[in-house]
């Protein structure tokens, strides 16, 4: 468990049974409905960093964030290894204009190395011919 959220819980806790003026049990509840939001909310932001960071444009690229940051949150992915994988497309691609590229290929090799499975990402998207047909896909697939 992550010390900073244990610490966040027994706060908490500890501010539930100091209160007055409230039974404990649903000053409780709502210092764990407030917990439950402020930690969905952090993820979220991660998840916003990350498509920052790594300038999603397409449809596919903000789903496999959404993906990853899933993974994360449900713990079956180190948020230590998607840092990682970030921080060296960082370091060592700072002038690309692409990075999700390098982030995908360097987090599955990362993820391969531990065993761990993540989402299909179909890279045959970059590789579509450049015609009117493509820029009509293409605009649909991006966000604004």
Known sequence: MNIRLFFAICAVFAAGMV???????????????ALIRDVSEAFERYEAQLNAVLKTRLIEERDFVEQVVDLVQD?????????????????????????FIYFERIL??????????LPEFDRSIYSQTFGRSFRQSQQQRFRR
């Open 19 to 33: 209160v007055p003026g409230r039974g404990d049990a649903q000053q409780g509840t709502f210092a764990i409905d």
């Open 108 to 117: 599955r090799l990362q993820a391969e190395g531990q065993d761990i499975e």
């Open 75 to 99: 713990k079956k992915l180190p948020k230590q290894l998607v840092d990682s994988a970030w921080l060296w497309v960082r370091n060592n691609r700072p002038y690309s204009s692409h990075p």
